[in-house]
């Protein structure tokens, strides 16, 4: 059974970095497209970034340049270092792994931005 636990969100002030993990277990990440998303309240489950093998990745226009999505193969782990913080970034952050045709969620972690 797949399962994909994320951890690292929480409140932090405008300007301020948080570290999102999504460990996955029941599924290897090597081979798989990896994404983050989040969604704030009262809108749409949105891609924020996405890993597609070793190197290619993707990013919403508003996050290039301040987030950043990696993997560790070895800790079979999921990344996203969010710098430079907004409060427009508050939403849950959840993690996605699709592999082999289907597509797995993490719970989700709140991410507060606020001062």
């Known amino acids: 059974q797949v399962h994909l636990v994320e951890s690292g969100g929480g409140l932090v002030q405008p300007g301020g970095s948080l570290r999102l993990s999504c460990a996955a277990s029941?599924?290897?990440?090597?081979?798989?497209?990896m994404g983050w998303y989040r969604q704030a309240p009262g809108k749409q489950r949105e891609l924020v970034a996405s890993?597609?093998?070793?190197?290619?990745?993707t990013y919403a226009d508003s996050v290039k340049g301040r987030f950043t999505i990696s993997r560790d193969i070895a800790k079979n782990t999921l990344y996203l270092q969010m710098n430079s913080l907004k409060p427009e970034d508050t939403a849950v952050y959840y993690c996605?792994?699709?592999?082999?045709?289907?597509?797995?969620w993490g719970q989700g972690t709140q991410v507060t931005v606020s001062s």
């Open positions: 890993l597609t093998g070793v190197i290619y990745t």
């Open positions: 029941g599924i290897f990440l090597s081979g798989s497209i």
């Open positions: 996605s792994v699709k592999k082999g045709g289907d597509s797995y």
